[in-house]
């Protein structure tokens, strides 16, 4: 069987699939991305494609997307046509549907069946649009974001068959589309992301702290974003710091392009600006996976947030490891997690109630180990990668 993938950021959801389906020699795998070219996965020829650079993709803030995506797929087809004369006819096609990078391969390859995954479709009311409550997004933006769903939904058509990871991130999307998407997670290996008992963590500056005995709080960022809450988590960080002279808080991630636009210093500024402890603030950047998986085992407790968005991995991988978990009272957050069961949650800005919720986890750690075993459960029940399955 031949497989084709195609996704901007290789591997990203599309890891373990291409991996387990490579390790069948009968197999050919394929992977086309424009990153992280680099990581090589077992078996898995990657190929990179790379639109050309226009400053029509700059010229009008709409149809940002629109042209980009078409050149995307303008290459992703040349890429294809030449896989097609040596000879790479696949059995089936699986790509990213957000980008527009697959949005021509029905003109390659025309009877090849193809699996779209469906992330995200951008609603005007009852997601992220109109999440914040002390400002609207603007009818530019609105405009923008309704002009980001024409390639998502071009995907959708020219595709014979969709996945989205979510229940709530297939509800976003139109009522007329979700009868062809399965929600299908990608699931989460419980055998890496594992509770284990640590009696020291180093920090980057020499520091050891004692996991029994210290009071380790973790939030994990990829890149800062307002999505994810930063601004809620620093003013929660001075409160904590107000509240708890022995309280450390481990950062991962750092300030970079991400879902939203920030000018440059943004978030630096802010950290600057807080009023903590910088002795006890400690902002360890991007860690190997190993290493993230470390900050989370010594983790005494742990905040997420999220708008109305995409959940996280990071989010289930620290239920997986068993973290007392404090999370906003989110949509994405509460079709996994459940308030006082398996996670304590707070409203998305309160800054205040989200140090409670920390207050209270560190106050009484076995309840907050009974939460982190909660958390490890419900994963390893309904997540793991063994046991996850479509849902029609």
Same mark, same amino acid.
Request: charged share 20%.
């Given at each position: 069987?031949?497989?084709l993938?195609?996704?901007?950021?290789?591997?990203?959801?599309?890891?373990?699939?291409?991996i387990?389906?490579?390790s069948?020699?009968s197999?050919?795998v394929?992977?086309l991305?424009?990153?992280?070219?680099?990581?090589?996965?077992?078996?898995?020829?990657?190929?990179?494609f790379?639109e050309?650079?226009?400053?029509?993709?700059?010229?009008?803030?709409?149809?940002?997307?629109?042209?980009a995506?078409?050149?995307?797929?303008?290459a992703?087809?040349?890429?294809?046509?030449?896989?097609?004369?040596?000879?790479?006819?696949?059995?089936?096609?699986?790509?990213?549907?957000?980008?527009?990078?697959?949005?021509?391969?029905?003109?390659?390859?025309?009877?090849?069946?193809?699996?779209?995954?469906?992330?995200?479709?951008?609603?005007?009311?009852?997601?992220?649009?109109?999440?914040?409550?002390?400002?609207?997004?603007?009818?530019?933006?609105?405009?923008?974001?309704?002009?980001d769903?024409?390639?998502?939904?071009?995907?959708?058509?020219?595709?014979d068959?969709?996945?989205?990871?979510?229940?709530?991130?297939?509800?976003?999307?139109?009522?007329?589309?979700?009868?062809k998407?399965?929600?299908?997670h990608?699931?989460?290996?419980?055998? !890496?992301? *594992?509770? $284990?008992?640590?009696? +020291? @963590?180093?920090?980057?500056?020499?520091?050891?702290?004692?996991?029994?005995?210290? /009071?380790?709080?973790?939030?994990?960022?990829?890149?800062f974003?307002?999505?994810?809450?930063?601004?809620?988590v620093?003013?929660?960080?001075?409160?904590?710091?107000?509240?708890?002279?022995?309280?450390?808080? !481990?950062? *991962?991630? $750092?300030?970079?392009? +991400? @879902?939203?636009?920030?000018?440059?210093?943004?978030?630096?500024?802010?950290?600057? /600006?807080?009023d903590?402890?910088?002795?006890?603030?400690?902002?360890l950047?991007?860690?190997?996976?190993?290493?993230?998986i470390?900050?989370?085992?010594?983790?005494?407790a742990?905040?997420?947030l999220?708008?109305?968005f995409v959940?996280?991995?990071?989010f289930?991988?620290?239920?997986?490891?068993?973290?007392?978990?404090?999370?906003?009272?989110?949509?994405?957050?509460?079709e996994?997690?459940?308030?006082?069961?398996?996670?304590?949650m707070?409203?998305?800005?309160?800054?205040?109630?989200?140090?409670?919720?920390v207050?209270?986890?560190?106050?009484?750690?076995?309840?907050?180990?009974?939460?982190?075993?909660?958390?490890?459960?419900?994963i390893?029940?309904?997540?793991?990668?063994?046991?996850?399955?479509?849902?029609?």
């Amino acid at each position: 069987m031949k497989i084709l993938f195609i996704h901007p950021n290789q591997p990203s959801q599309f890891r373990r699939p291409a991996i387990e389906l490579a390790s069948d020699s009968s197999n050919e795998v394929v992977f086309l991305s424009r990153k992280n070219l680099e990581i090589q996965l077992p078996n898995v020829k990657v190929i990179g494609f790379h639109e050309k650079d226009t400053e029509a993709v700059k010229s009008d803030s709409f149809s940002t997307k629109v042209v980009a995506g078409s050149l995307r797929a303008t290459a992703v087809a040349s890429v294809c046509l030449a896989l097609k004369q040596q000879g790479f006819i696949p059995d089936i096609i699986v790509a990213h549907s957000g980008w527009g990078d697959g949005l021509f391969l029905k003109t390659v390859y025309p009877s090849v069946p193809q699996l779209n995954y469906m992330e995200f479709f951008f609603q005007p009311i009852g997601a992220d649009l109109d999440f914040e409550p002390s400002s609207s997004s603007g009818p530019n933006i609105l405009a923008a974001r309704a002009m980001d769903n024409t390639i998502h939904m071009a995907n959708f058509f020219n595709a014979d068959w969709c996945v989205s990871p979510t229940y709530w991130q297939r509800s976003v999307h139109p009522i007329e589309m979700q009868s062809k998407i399965s929600v299908l997670h990608e699931g989460v290996n419980t055998k !890496l992301c *594992v509770p $284990k008992q640590w009696d +020291s @963590y180093e920090l980057p500056n020499g520091k050891v702290l004692n996991p029994l005995t210290d /009071e380790i709080v973790t939030h994990i960022q990829r890149q800062f974003d307002k999505y994810r809450g930063f601004e809620t988590v620093i003013r929660a960080v001075e409160e904590i710091h107000r509240r708890r002279p022995n309280a450390h808080i !481990l950062i *991962v991630g $750092k300030e970079g392009e +991400s @879902y939203t636009p920030s000018k440059p210093g943004y978030y630096k500024n802010m950290i600057n /600006e807080a009023d903590c402890d910088r002795s006890r603030v400690h902002f360890l950047g991007h860690l190997s996976f190993q290493e993230y998986i470390k900050v989370l085992q010594v983790s005494s407790a742990n905040i997420y947030l999220t708008y109305p968005f995409v959940l996280s991995w990071s989010f289930m991988e620290a239920m997986a490891v068993g973290c007392p978990m404090i999370c906003s009272n989110t949509s994405p957050v509460a079709e996994v997690a459940e308030d006082q069961k398996n996670c304590l949650m707070f409203d998305f800005f309160d800054a205040s109630e989200l140090a409670d919720s920390v207050d209270r986890v560190l106050d009484d750690r076995t309840f907050g180990k009974r939460l982190g075993v909660a958390a490890r459960e419900k994963i390893v029940q309904q997540y793991d990668r063994s046991v996850v399955d479509y849902d029609d």
